[in-house]
T-cell receptor, first 115, second 117 residues
Framework: AQSVAQPEDQVNVAEGNPLTVKCTYS??????LFWYVQYPNRGLQFLLK??????LVKGSYGFEAEFNKSQTSFHLKKPSALVSDSALYFC?????????????FGAGTRLAVHP | NAGVMQNPRHLVRRRGQEARLRCSPM?????VYWYRQLPEEGLKFMVY????????ESGMPKERFSAEFPKEGPSILRIQQVVRGDSAAYFC???????????????FGSGTRLTVV
């Protein structure tokens, strides 16, 4: 079955420290990978995506993610966390195999950045 | 370009009533996807529609839930005889075509938060 795993329910980081939010996937075909962020009582905001090319992709608000095909991972990273980064982060995948493909989400990881 | 518009933002219904959630896709988008987010959970796919067609409803509960995307007007997610377990945030996304949706990461609306009392 196609799935996305975010192994950590919550990640706690001190402001100014680097952060990592983990994501692994299990899909057939070539994956298109995404990260979204959700602030309280808001919709999803697109952060970044990997479609093809360079394994390190850069996105909004200083976030980046690295696609690792051998480990089937797409971890989200930021060199220096801000308190305003505190939110719910979702990893998602489209298992592209031609034709119609839907977005499959992980369960989400709550990021808490402490002053 | 106004983006994906969902209304209402908040909806309160008593058990047994009907809930109607509306989604207007981005201009030029003819593909709509509905997702449900239960409290403290991730987003679960419900249904994918093109204009006047349901393409994939594999995530829709078998009873009480239906969706449509008419030729004119918004997409509607309809929940009949609501129960407390239907309380959730319902998100809509749109894309011009599935492939372009993949490239552009889909555009999501702000969601409708349904509370069943």
């Amino acid at each position: 079955a196609q799935s996305v795993a975010q192994p950590e329910d919550q990640v706690n980081v001190a402001e100014g420290n680097p952060l990592t939010v983990k994501c692994t996937y299990s899909v057939s075909g070539n994956p298109y990978l995404f990260w979204y962020v959700q602030y309280p009582n808001r919709g999803l905001q697109f952060l970044l995506k990997y479609i093809t090319g360079d394994n390190l992709v850069k996105g909004s608000y200083g976030f980046e993610a690295e696609f690792n095909k051998s480990q089937t991972s797409f971890h989200l990273k930021k060199p220096s966390a801000l308190v305003s980064d505190s939110a719910l982060y979702f990893c998602a995948v489209i298992p592209f195999s031609g034709g119609y493909n839907k977005l499959i989400f992980g369960a989400g990881t709550r990021l808490a950045v402490h002053p | 370009n106004a983006g994906v518009m969902q209304n209402p933002r908040h909806l309160v219904r008593r058990r047994g009533q009907e809930a109607r959630l509306r989604c207007s896709p981005m201009k030029g988008h003819s593909h709509v996807y509905w997702y449900r987010q239960l409290p403290e959970e991730g987003l679960k796919f419900m249904v994918y529609l093109q204009k006047e067609n349901i393409i994939d409803e594999s995530g829709m509960p078998k009873e009480r839930f239906s969706a449509e995307f008419p030729k004119e007007g918004p997409s509607i997610l309809r929940i009949q005889q609501v129960v407390r377990g239907d309380s959730a945030a319902y998100f809509c996304a749109s894309s011009p075509r599935p492939g372009q949706g993949a490239n552009y990461g889909y555009t999501f609306g702000s969601g409708t938060r349904l509370t069943v009392v």
